[in-house]
């Protein structure tokens, strides 16, 4: 079994910056991609960024530029870095891993069955 435990989010001006980590538990980690999600209330689930097995990394459109997903495969840990944050992207942020990547298509994760509680990201003045 995997746990994923998301931390790092809080509230923050437009123009700010915050890191969400995501520790997991269990030798499942290392050998596999992880992906970021986000969801407001009354919308669906959305992949924010996703991560290979080797640490290749893969952005919707929307964050692109901006957000910067990492791993620290010694540590267990996936890290998003969210720079030049915009009230649009107030959300819950989730991270999922035991999922697929794929690097040459649009699509490039399809969330495997492991999530964590989430962490709320809110950007406000």
């Known amino acids: 079994q995997v746990q994923l435990v998301e931390s790092g989010g809080g509230l923050v001006q437009p123009g700010g910056s915050l890191r969400l980590s995501c520790a997991a538990s269990?030798?499942?980690?290392?050998?596999?991609?992880m992906g970021w999600y986000r969801q407001v209330p009354g919308k669906q689930r959305e992949l924010v960024a996703a991560?290979?097995?080797?640490?290749?990394?893969k952005y919707a459109d929307s964050v692109k530029g901006r957000f910067t997903i990492s791993r620290d495969n010694a540590k267990n840990t996936v890290y998003l870095q969210m720079n030049s944050l915009k009230p649009e992207d107030t959300a819950v942020y989730y991270c999922n891993t035991g999922g697929t990547f794929y690097l040459f298509t649009s699509i490039f994760y399809i969330q495997g069955d492991y999530w964590g509680r989430g962490t709320q990201v809110t950007v406000s003045s």
């Open positions: 269990g030798n499942i980690f290392s050998v596999n991609a």
């Open positions: 991560i290979s097995r080797g640490g290749r990394p």
